[in-house]
């Protein structure tokens, strides 16, 4: 990996929210398609991941019933109804004990659409082992914790701090993702 001046990086702390986050659905219908371009299947079903690193998140939601393309490379059009279908923010995050859980603070600087940068949202976490309950805008989600923190050199949260380019990297035990 080259390493990048522009670059810098904060190791994880152990802290019971960090880590990688799945939200468990309960999709009782679950179509699943052929994807020649990759000779596999994969299932039409709503995903939504976040994880959390050093004061840093980034989440991804993706539309039930999100199409793969017909073949390789995807057509624009094709690009476009996916990049339509699924959303991606990323920025800091605050936690703060309130009650039996946390109330979280998502302040985000890379977002899809310019006019979302710096909209905070609050939202509700109640956390116990793997599991946490998120409260959203009157409803309710379960996710499950599907790595901690890590401990590896690279496990926490990395941004870019030049003014030519804007990226965000965080890394948990097993996963990572990057905006």
Not at 109 to 122: A, L, Y
Not at 148 to 166: F, I, M, Q, T
Request: charged share 25%; hydrophobic share 35%; proline share 4%.
């Amino acid at each position: 990996m080259r390493e990048n001046p522009t670059a810098r990086g904060r190791n994880s702390s152990s802290s019971s929210r960090q880590g990688f986050w799945q939200v468990v659905y309960d999709d009782i219908e679950v179509e699943i398609v052929r994807y020649r371009a990759l000779f596999t299947t994969i299932a039409l079903r709503r995903l939504g991941f976040s994880i959390y690193a050093d004061g840093q998140f980034i989440e991804i939601r993706a539309d039930a019933r999100r199409h793969p393309p017909a073949g390789w490379p995807a057509t624009d059009a094709e690009v476009i109804t996916n990049f339509r279908t699924a959303q991606a923010v990323g920025g800091k995050c605050e936690l703060r004990a309130a009650g039996l859980g946390f109330e979280v603070e998502h302040t985000p600087t890379i977002v899809q659409d310019p006019r979302d940068r710096g909209k905070t949202s609050i939202y509700s976490m109640q956390i116990s082992g793997d599991e946490a309950r998120v409260g959203r805008q009157g409803s309710g989600e379960v996710w499950r914790r599907l790595s901690g923190a890590g401990s590896s050199p690279l496990a926490g949260a990395w941004e870019s701090v030049g003014p030519n380019e804007r990226w965000l990297y965080l890394v948990s035990a097993g996963h990572f993702a990057v905006m």
